[in-house]
């Protein structure tokens, strides 16, 4: 794909968090995907939270222009209940697809509980243990569970492939702890709301731009400042605005931070300019 689409800016945004196999997105997700173009995006990592949506987003990425549209493969904590040894034989069958790029999403999520925690910490090792043999990087979920996070990939030191956690919230300890690691960190338009975003706005500090990529995490996480076509429902094409809102709280142009995210995310997920 050619590193810029008509009218599009330079360098277009790539979205590395969107959940196009939600069922909100079912009845017009090609029409999601133009609008998201003509806002200067330009190329999607769709998310997979389970083998079912994981299939989904491949085969979402079949129907895209080529060279638009990645996926990531595998079970997010709060379905690892129903996570086994197949689940993970079929999710290494899935990951050979051309347009697999991580493996994720997966992690720990200690605040709904919704997998318990024992299982959730299982799944995880079995997708890190994956994602050392296959050479792919990883698509993590964390959320009040860097601690157990942490100590699982650590066991792996010497093998963990690149890392990003996405959707990162976190203050500047936690976000220390991922950068002294070499991880990457996903930034949505939390980093805009201003009633939760105090801990995220310190953690900036410890993020080196290089280290930064960008996403919408849609249909949820709408940032401030964008009004949606839909009421409540997200969209790709809300990704320029989260480029604003760090560009504000960076305190630099919006260009730079498009720049870097650019690069970070080429460098991270090998993609070609």
């Given at each position: 794909?050619?590193?810029?689409?008509?009218?599009m800016?330079?360098?277009?945004?790539?979205?590395?968090?969107?959940?196009?196999?939600?069922?909100?997105f079912?009845?017009d997700?090609?029409?999601?995907?133009?609008?998201?173009?003509?806002?200067?995006?330009?190329?999607?990592?769709?998310?997979?939270?389970?083998?079912?949506?994981?299939?989904?987003?491949?085969?979402?990425?079949?129907?895209?222009?080529?060279?638009?549209?990645?996926?990531?493969?595998?079970?997010?904590?709060?379905?690892a209940?129903?996570?086994?040894?197949?689940?993970?034989?079929q999710?290494?069958?899935?990951?050979a697809?051309?347009?697999?790029?991580?493996?994720?999403?997966?992690?720990?999520?200690?605040?709904?509980?919704?997998?318990?925690?024992?299982?959730q910490?299982?799944?995880?090792?079995?997708?890190?243990?994956?994602?050392?043999?296959?050479?792919?990087?990883?698509?993590?979920?964390?959320?009040?569970?860097?601690?157990?996070?942490?100590?699982?990939?650590?066991?792996?030191?010497?093998?963990?492939?690149?890392?990003?956690?996405?959707?990162?919230?976190?203050?500047?300890?936690?976000?220390?702890?991922?950068?002294?690691?070499?991880?990457?960190?996903?930034?949505?338009?939390?980093?805009?709301?201003k009633n939760?975003?105090?801990?995220?706005?310190?953690?900036?500090?410890?993020?080196p731009?290089?280290?930064?990529?960008?996403?919408?995490?849609a249909?949820y996480?709408t940032p401030?400042?964008?009004?949606?076509?839909?009421?409540?429902?997200?969209?790709?094409?809300?990704?320029?605005?989260?480029?604003?809102?760090?560009?504000?709280?960076?305190?630099?142009?919006?260009?730079?931070?498009r720049?870097?995210?650019?690069?970070?995310?080429?460098?991270?997920?090998?993609?070609?300019?």
């Amino acid at each position: 794909m050619p590193s810029t689409m008509p009218g599009m800016l330079t360098p277009p945004l790539i979205d590395i968090g969107l959940n196009l196999a939600s069922h909100r997105f079912s009845r017009d997700w090609k029409q999601v995907i133009a609008r998201a173009h003509e806002a200067g995006v330009g190329r999607f990592i769709l998310t997979g939270t389970s083998l079912a949506t994981s299939r989904e987003v491949a085969l979402l990425t079949e129907q895209m222009a080529p060279g638009t549209g990645y996926f990531t493969a595998g079970v997010h904590p709060h379905y690892a209940s129903g996570f086994d040894d197949d689940t993970l034989a079929q999710l290494r069958e899935l990951l050979a697809h051309p347009n697999a790029v991580a493996v994720g999403e997966t992690g720990l999520d200690y605040n709904r509980d919704l997998s318990p925690r024992m299982v959730q910490r299982a799944a995880l090792e079995a997708h890190v243990a994956l994602a050392c043999t296959i050479g792919k990087p990883m698509f993590l979920h964390e959320r009040e569970a860097a601690a157990d996070l942490l100590a699982i990939l650590d066991n792996f030191q010497g093998r963990l492939p690149k890392c990003v956690v996405h959707c990162f919230t976190g203050n500047e300890a936690v976000a220390r702890a991922y950068i002294e690691r070499g991880f990457y960190l996903g930034i949505t338009g939390w980093v805009g709301q201003k009633n939760r975003n105090h801990d995220l706005l310190q953690a900036l500090h410890a993020i080196p731009p290089a280290r930064t990529m960008l996403e919408t995490d849609a249909p949820y996480l709408t940032p401030p400042g964008y009004t949606p076509g839909i009421a409540g429902r997200n969209e790709p094409a809300a990704l320029a605005r989260v480029a604003e809102l760090l560009a504000s709280a960076r305190g630099v142009p919006v260009g730079q931070v498009r720049a870097d995210a650019y690069a970070a995310t080429l460098a991270f997920f090998g993609l070609e300019d």
